[in-house]
């Protein structure tokens, strides 16, 4: 994870905060993602202390988390900002899934519910959301190699696509 997904991510958990309290991302979460985002270089302050909560200090997480977001300037949280954030956050989960660093069928939920449907099902992510879905159909059915190498391809092809995007502009 680089600094820009760490940001990203923290960028996520500062818009779900505003959910209803079942929805919110866990103190543990807060905490965890401030370990991500010292790994990844980012510098804040507070980020260490937020990092270095023990688990009987996770409730002061949210306060501290808090108080990094506003250090880095993420504060306020904009749509546009946030729309990038997810967009990120998808191409790096895409990315782990192609690297099998993440498992295809967790990557494949997180691109659909953390990412796509945030973003109101754009064009690009359709094809992991389909699989997403099938998948769920499934229930408690046994998956198959066919499963996981769906998905796997459909990342390596968001990730091509924006490649060529990229190298297009």
Not at 21 to 50: C, F, H, K, M, N
Not at 62 to 74: A, I, S
Request: proline share 6%.
């Amino acid at each position: 994870m680089d600094a820009v997904v760490a940001i990203s991510l923290m960028r996520m958990a500062a818009a779900d905060l505003s959910m209803a309290p079942w929805q919110r991302p866990s103190d543990t979460y807060l905490v965890q993602l401030g370990i991500d985002a010292l790994v990844a270089g980012v510098e804040a302050p507070s980020l260490p202390l937020l990092a270095g909560l023990a688990r009987g200090e996770h409730p002061q997480a949210r306060e501290m988390f808090d108080l990094v977001l506003e250090e880095l300037g993420l504060l306020p949280l904009t749509s546009e900002d946030l729309a990038k954030a997810r967009w990120t956050a998808a191409r790096w989960w895409a990315t782990q899934i192609v690297a099998r660093q993440l498992d295809p069928i967790h990557g494949a939920k997180l691109i659909h519910e953390e990412a796509a449907a945030e973003l109101d099902y754009p064009d690009a992510l359709q094809p992991i959301v389909d699989l997403a879905r099938r998948i769920d159909l499934l229930n408690d059915q046994p998956l198959e190699q066919q499963h996981f190498d769906e998905v796997t391809s459909a990342a390596r092809d968001l990730l091509a696509a924006d490649a060529y995007r990229n190298s297009s502009l």
